[in-house]
């Protein structure tokens, strides 16, 4: 099907268009990217493509919706908006473009003073720093797109930290979907949100969101099978995920752009109040500050994420399971810092 009739057939709403994508990795030759990321009017600089469910059946295909040097027109935003179309795709052999296409936007928003795109602006940066993110995992030549990303999520926190106001907008920008890179995303958001919900520092906040960001770094050493079925981990299985703190230390340690507390952090990010985490069962006391925020929002993104096989928890009934996670040497997460966290999902 070429992309004129895909386009007709999308507008006369007679495709079933999927909208879910669990994962980002080695499944597919296509990676989503968001309608609202995209610059209406403009040019395209890759082809997009949308993904749709063939014959009521199963078997999922992707069907051409615009070419390359073709322009997005604003009056096919508002239609598609209409029938909820969120998200398109791309080819993952054009990441490189898309990033530069979004870098581009990002640009684009700089030059236009006067103008209050926060909202907007924070998508496009947000969706950029996910592509980079995902660059940066699968390079072989980890440390220049670490600190591409570095840069990016400089930017985010100064944008964050301007008024309270846009710290609402993070509970709009998470991923719904679950995979390594947007699950990374969304805890580096709720970090550094909830650090400037906390009034501390720009450079506490960058901190704790770059430890976020790459908290599962370690992961990508780690089979793929292992990430997405939790349920089914036997002993084995379990003493190998368990390395990824680990390892993801190991691999930033390479990087010397990387600060010490970044590196502790990533470190610890599973360990738990009680001091029944892992790798070293440190207590809440021997913790880094900041661990304790960094394992809070791990587990309440991974609770309320889209995984496969596991249905999505509501956000207070997320907080109700973090709760209600006590042993005999006391709660796992840190009674504060959830309470603190309550506050910031309550944000009006």
């Known amino acids: 099907m070429d992309v004129h009739s895909t386009r007709q057939q999308l507008f006369a709403n007679e495709l079933k268009v999927l909208r879910?994508?669990?994962?980002?990795?080695?499944?597919?030759?296509?990676?989503?990217?968001?309608?609202?990321?995209?610059?209406?009017?403009?040019?395209?600089s890759f082809n997009l493509y949308v993904k749709v469910s063939a014959n009521d059946q199963q078997e999922v295909t992707f069907l051409p919706f615009l070419e390359a040097e073709e322009v997005l027109e604003p009056s096919w935003v508002e239609v598609l908006d209409k029938l909820g179309v969120d998200r398109f795709y791309f080819r993952r052999r054009d990441l490189e473009r898309v990033i530069a296409y979004l870098n581009n936007h990002l640009l684009l928003f700089d030059s236009q003073k006067g103008r209050?795109?926060?909202?907007?602006?924070?998508?496009?940066?947000?969706?950029?720093?996910?592509?980079?993110l995902y660059r940066a995992f699968n390079s072989p030549h980890l440390g220049r797109f670490i600190h591409l990303a570095q840069t990016q999520v400089e930017r985010l926190v100064q944008l964050l930290q301007k008024d309270i106001a846009s710290l609402k907008l993070v509970w709009e920008l998470l991923y719904r979907n679950y995979s390594l890179y947007n699950h990374s995303l969304n805890v580096c958001l709720l970090g550094i949100g909830l650090m400037l919900f906390s009034h501390k520092?720009?450079?506490d906040s960058l901190i704790v969101g770059l430890a976020c960001l790459f908290h599962d770094l370690g992961l990508t050493r780690v089979p793929e099978e292992l990430r997405y079925?939790?349920?089914?981990?036997?002993?084995?299985e379990?003493?190998?995920i368990k390395k990824h703190p680990q390892l993801g230390y190991q691999m930033l340690k390479e990087c010397e752009s990387i600060p010490p507390e970044v590196l502790q952090l990533v470190l610890e990010h599973h360990e738990n109040a009680d001091g029944s985490g892992y790798p070293r069962g440190l207590s809440l006391n021997q913790q880094h500050p900041w661990t304790r925020i960094i394992r809070l929002v791990d587990a309440y993104d991974g609770l309320t994420g889209h995984r496969p096989n596991q249905q999505p928890l509501a956000p207070f009934a997320a907080l109700k399971s973090l709760q209600n996670q006590v042993s005999p040497k006391g709660p796992r997460f840190d009674p504060r810092t959830l309470k603190n966290f309550i506050r910031f999902l309550a944000l009006p």
Do not use: A
């Not at 795109?117 to 980079?132: A, D, I, M, Q, T």
């Open 20 to 44: 879910r994508n669990f994962s980002t990795t080695g499944t597919t030759s296509f990676l989503p990217i968001y309608l609202q990321t995209l610059m209406s009017g403009e040019k395209l």
């Open 116 to 132: 209050n795109h926060s909202k907007e602006k924070l998508l496009v940066l947000v969706e950029h720093l996910n592509f980079s």
């Open 201 to 203: 520092s720009r450079y």
């Open 229 to 236: 079925h939790r349920d089914s981990w036997d002993g084995e």
């Open 238 to 240: 379990w003493e190998t």
